[in-house]
């Protein structure tokens, strides 16, 4: 199943890895040379993992699958590590990759032992966020760029069924409200006077936007903070009513 893969990338509700894989592709196209951060990035160690990675309620998951979401996940490692300067610990990230691919079985097992199913209308949907995410116009230009990669269009909305099932899957499972204004006000006015202390203290005052200008995005941050939590508290109960056999 690729909705493991697609999803590995970031958060498994809030991000649609379709698009990092994209707006991947559109970097590689502006790098002519190699640069030393590119030459210095490491091999995948898959030395040891066996050929079925996890095991989450009889569904297997296997070498083939952990090894493109593993990729995955190192290169990005990777290049945080670049520019925080941490060391890259591979057996940790194996790890933490196993256990982003088991959240992701249980989470597609449940939508789809609640009867979800999405319809094209709702595909077309997802793949139009991953569009805008990834600076692209239209859906069609999705399907070119993953075309591209040697994703096939049907695999591609496949993907994006399953991305569109999990989210809704969250959505019946909560109740996620925006912030009232004033709740938003109040969290703008703080973030002004943390923004002023730090320029106090380096000498450059930053420039604030209006609230006005920004009150749609500090609401966005609070309810996808709030889905993270709230798809985190679903995850566990899913663990705990499961079975999940991690063999790492």
Known sequence: ?????????????AVFALAGCSSAGGSAEKTAEPTES?????????????????????????????TEAYET?????????????????????????????????????AAEGAGIEASNEDIDGVLKDVATQSGLSSVDEVIKAFDEQGVPEDEV????????????????????QPPSD??????YDQLVEQSKAQGEQSGQEAEIPPFEDVKQQLSDQAVAQEQNEATQTIIDGLREDGKVDIKL
């Open 73 to 109: 996940q190192l290169q990005q490692a990777a290049m945080t590590q670049q520019q925080s300067g941490q060391e890259l610990d591979q057996d940790q990230l194996k790890q933490q990759t196993a256990e982003l691919l088991v959240n992701n079985v249980l989470l597609t097992q």
């Open 182 to 187: 004033d709740e938003l006000k109040a969290q």
């Open 38 to 66: 590119a030459n210095a990035m490491p091999e995948a160690d898959l030395e040891g993992v066996p050929e079925v990675v996890a095991v989450v309620n009889d569904e297997e998951i296997g070498l083939d699958e952990f």
């Open 157 to 176: 909305r496949e993907d994006a069924a399953n991305q569109f099932e999990i989210e809704q899957y969250v959505t019946n499972e909560t109740d996620i």
């Open 1 to 13: 199943m690729s909705l493991k893969r697609t999803l590995i990338a970031g958060s498994i509700v």
